[in-house]
């Protein structure tokens, strides 16, 4: 290795970005003997803001940002973002040069030893950030009073154990991440329960023109987590729609094919819009966005037309 630079990681400061930001470093340094590897905290408006739902107060973009700044000013080299953070399309200028192996995609129960989403007593207090998990938690068990929190993994589960809320739903990657997966009582079936496009997937975001760091980084790359983002993100790329609409995608290999659900649902639980593809895996992206055209010419379409005036824009 020539380049003797350290390369600067960005990340906000949660148990779970630090994780992901320590355990990049040092795959980085593994792949890389004798590269030294900083990593520099960022905080960014959606840690700022804890008070109200992201739908409200600009979606998920609302944690990437300033540090995408901070890549498009030169001070961080690379930033690591849960894939399913990042809106739809990137700033000019940065790329998603990497995407390192998958953990658990599905999203989980955390609550009373023994229970299931679908046998919760009516009237249970079920706590969630996310718009998808709230609508399909509804379907599954219409009794269950969905409760919209914020803060990291350590925080929601807290509420359980101070006895403000009877069960969260969170993702179990997160879970698992952070040790915690003892803590799950139950996993969602993602062909019940679609995951969030792109969960369990981190994104290692670089400057376009930067040879040396996306070098660095293709080493990192797996094949399987590759193709089921470009399938996965093709989707959310083709309804344009952020945390303001619950979507869910979820792609998995099956030899030379990726198989392929989605589904868009209003926040209500009804309409659900759902379907299913298959087709070769060197045309994962397009898959994605023909899936997208399916649910929208179902009637996807006018779920989206609803939810916009709920947008901040």
């Not at 700033?91 to 995407?99: D, N, Q, R, S």
């Not at 792609?251 to 392929?260: I, M, P």
């Not at 379907?275 to 779920?303: F, H, N, T, Y």
Request: hydrophobic share 45%.
């Amino acid at each position: 290795m020539t380049d003797a630079r350290p390369v600067r990681i960005g990340t906000r400061g949660s148990a779970l970005a630090l994780w992901q930001a320590r355990h990049i470093r040092d795959e980085l340094m593994t792949e890389h003997p004798g590269l030294e590897v900083e990593l520099e905290i960022i905080t960014t408006e959606g840690d700022r803001v804890q008070d109200r739902p992201l739908h409200e107060i600009g979606g998920k973009g609302l944690f990437v940002r300033a540090i995408e700044q901070r890549l498009l000013d030169g001070t961080v080299d690379v930033a690591v973002h849960s894939m399913k953070d990042l809106p739809a399309f990137g700033p000019p200028g940065l790329m998603i040069a990497c995407t390192p192996p998958r953990e658990d995609p599905r999203d989980a129960l955390v609550g009373p030893a023994g229970a299931t989403l679908a046998t919760l007593p009516a009237g249970s207090r079920v706590g969630t950030g996310s718009l998808r998990r709230g609508a399909l938690a509804r379907r599954i068990n219409p009794g269950v009073e969905i409760v919209p929190i914020r803060g990291n993994v350590p925080t929601r589960m807290g509420k359980v154990d101070a006895g403000e809320l009877d069960a969260v739903l969170l993702a179990a990657a997160g879970l698992r991440r952070l040790e915690q997966a003892a803590r799950i009582v139950e996993y969602l079936d993602p062909d019940a329960f679609c995951p969030a496009p792109a969960q369990g997937i981190l994104a290692l975001q670089c400057r376009e023109d930067d040879a040396r760091i996306r070098g660095l980084l293709a080493a990192l790359a797996d094949d399987d987590a590759t193709l089921a983002s470009a399938a996965e993100r093709g989707f959310v790329q083709r309804l344009q729609a952020g945390c303001t609409v619950p979507m869910g995608c979820h792609a998995t290999r099956v030899g030379d094919e990726v198989v392929l659900y989605g589904l868009v649902v209003h926040p209500s639980a009804a309409p659900c819009f759902e379907a299913r593809r298959r087709g070769p895996a060197d045309r994962a992206a397009a898959l994605g966005r023909s899936l997208a055209e399916e649910l929208l010419a179902a009637g996807a379409d006018r779920v989206l037309a609803a939810l916009a005036t709920t947008s901040p824009g």
